[in-house]
Nanobody
């Protein structure tokens, strides 16, 4: 079991920045990929970014590419998503998830085995 807790969400004006964190506990021995997903009201959950265990590979959705950076600190069991130049359309509940099985693409929600509760990000115009 891996428990994940997100933090860092909040209300920010358009153009601002937020730093989301995902902290793991429980069985934290790797390797596992960590992904960030978001779900806006009335919409399906969508992929935002992911980072592999060693940090050698990072993946971003087109909607956040160039505005966001994902990083991880394995000794601290934390993955961080730095989001800049935020837009109102970035408003959503952001959740992190751990992928422990080598199945499916890192972009796919179905690939992830453990999920956090999510943190609300609201971007005002």
């Amino acid at each position: 079991q891996v428990q994940l807790v997100e933090s860092g969400g909040g209300l920010v004006q358009a153009g601002g920045s937020l730093r989301l964190s995902c902290t793991a506990s429980g069985r934290t021995l790797g390797p596992y990929t960590i992904g960030w997903f978001r779900q806006a009201p009335g919409k399906e959950r969508e992929f935002v970014a992911a980072i592999t265990w060693t940090g050698s590979s990072e993946y971003y959705s087109d909607s956040v590419k160039g505005r966001s950076t994902i990083s991880r600190d394995n000794p601290k069991k934390t993955v961080t998503l730095q989001m800049n130049s935020l837009k109102p359309e970035d408003t959503a509940v952001y959740s992190c998830a751990a992928k422990v099985r080598p199945l499916y693409s890192d972009y796919e929600e179905v690939a992830y085995d453990y999920w956090g509760q999510g943190t609300q990000v609201t971007v005002s115009s």
